[in-house]
Structure formats: C-alpha cells, structure tokens
C-alpha cells in the first residue's frame, strides 16, 4: 500500500498501529491475567531471549510509559512490553495511548520511507514488481535482523 505513495503509505501507518495496538491490548490482558503463562509462551517465539524479556521488564520498571517508545525502535518486539505492562499493572488506558502514539511514529516513519521509495522506482516498473521487489528486501532486512539482534 505504502509504494503507491506517501499519502497511502501515511493510511497504512495508521492502520498498521491500530493492528499493533489490538495485539498489544490482547497480550496486556493475558499478561495481566495470567502473567507466568502468558510470559512462558512469549518466551519460546523465536529470537527471544530471557535477557531480551529481563531488559525490557527493567525498562518499564524505571521508565514507565516511555519504555514503550524506547521498544518501539529498539528492535526488541512490541509483546514483550505489552505482556509486562499487564503484569506489572501499568494503567490499561495509557498503556494503550502510549502504545497508539509510540507505533503510530515507528510506522509513520517506515510509511514516510516505502512511500518516497516507491516514488523513486521508474514508473515504467509494474507494480507487482514494485511489490516483489520490496518483499524481497524485506525478507533480506529480516535475514539481517535475526542474525545481528541479540536473542
């Protein structure tokens, strides 16, 4: 969406930060139910680690709700905060408003970025070339990512 240009790619930040935000609500609540499962689970996804987990505990611990904008361009994943925040009881409500605002900022970047990117590409590029060519780096910036990110 975001290589049809800027403005599309500001509508997907949107979104993609209401996506994150639905998904950040739900591991809250789990975390704040059922904190020990709920930590358990995440710590099997692959590329997390028990330090990864301690450190952002820590970061919340001692900054509260900026921690949330600090993961967000960390690199370290965005449930992990979440499912803290629930088991630390960090208000709900700002939980979700520091989330909505910290996500929305991450993606409005990376929106503002795809968008000038495919701007930049010849317009004689077919879309769909447009689009395989940025899954591919995509796949290339994630190979890169799980190989230099700490688990």
Do not use: C
Request: hydrophobic share 55%; proline share 5%; no cysteine.
């Amino acid at each position: 969406m975001a290589l049809r240009g800027v403005r599309d790619g500001l509508r997907a930040a949107v979104w993609a930060s209401v996506g994150a935000l639905l998904g950040g609500a739900g591991m809250y609540l789990w975390g704040s139910q059922h904190p020990a499962w709920a930590l358990s689970v995440v710590e099997r996804i692959p590329n997390i680690s028990i330090p990864m987990m301690h450190q952002v505990q820590d970061q919340l611990l001692q900054r509260g709700y900026l921690a949330l904008w600090i993961g967000a361009f960390s690199g370290k994943p965005y449930k992990i905060y979440a499912t803290y925040a629930g088991q630390l009881h960090l208000s709900f409500f700002l939980f979700l408003w520091m989330s909505f605002w910290a996500r929305l900022t991450r993606f409005t970047l990376l929106g503002l970025f795809v968008g000038a990117a495919g701007r930049l590409l010849p317009q004689k590029i077919p879309f769909r070339t447009k689009v395989a060519l940025w899954a591919i780096a995509w796949m290339l910036f994630y190979i890169w990512y799980f190989r230099v990110m700490p688990e």
